[in-house]
T-cell receptor, first 113, second 111 residues
């Protein structure tokens, strides 16, 4: 397996634009997680899915952020409208079950100007 | 408040030394604890996962312990190598499904 795949790897956009980050989890994994990492706040869990269903989105910063998982092999994290403070590295991770070892993707480095 | 703290923030040791990284957490109602490694510009790699009912886990030169009552975990690295240089993060999954990460310890192993 190629591991967790994220795209794009880098994204530079202007304030107010819509940003969509994509994730393909490891085949057979039932849980998927979205994280954000910044120097100031470290690594934060945004939302996680179990069997394609959002279980806990309490970490999503505000209504500008939304995440979907239409099927077991694909998830998106959307920011609309984007703001400079959203600049961070966004990681997707998957695991066999929610409490199991998580396997991280390489991340998407987002810069909002 | 469920906080995870890692000490020290940075550590530099000569090759071959044994070392200990520390992680502390404020709430003992944990489901499990994971130690991750992160290389610059990369994602996280899971090293060891300890369930709340376990006391320790070992993988090669790595040993992680868990003491729920005192809210502590340690990651022991034996015979350190330059390739061990990375940031090590501790992550606690609580019973309420909240997952919290420490800020990490940046380790440098000098040849």
């Amino acid at each position: 397996d190629a591991g967790v795949i994220q795209s794009p790897r880098h994204e530079v956009t202007e304030m107010g634009q819509e940003v969509t980050l994509r994730c393909k989890p490891i085949s057979g994994h039932n849980s998927l997680f979205w994280y954000r990492q910044t120097m100031m706040r470290g690594l934060e869990l945004l939302i996680y899915f179990n069997n394609n269903v959002p279980i806990d989105d309490s970490g999503m910063p505000e209504d500008r952020f939304s995440a979907k998982m239409p099927n077991a092999s694909f998830s998106t994290l959307k920011i609309q409208p984007s703001e400079p403070r959203d600049s961070a590295v966004y990681f997707c991770a998957s695991g066999p079950l929610a409490g199991d070892t998580q396997y991280f993707g390489p991340g998407t480095r987002l810069t909002v100007l | 408040k469920q906080e995870v703290t890692q000490i020290p923030a940075a550590l530099s040791v000569p090759e071959g030394e044994n070392l200990v990284l520390n992680c502390s957490f404020t709430d003992s109602a944990i489901y499990n604890l994971q130690w991750f490694r992160q290389d610059p510009g990369k994602g996280l790699t899971s090293l060891l996962l300890i369930q709340s009912s376990q006391r320790e886990q070992t993988s090669g030169r790595l040993n992680a312990s868990l003491d729920k009552s005192s809210g502590r975990s340690t990651l022991y690295i034996a015979a350190s190598q330059p390739g061990d240089s990375a940031t090590y993060l501790c992550a606690v999954l609580y019973n309420n499904n909240d997952m919290r990460f420490g800020a990490g310890t940046r380790l440098t192993v000098k040849p």
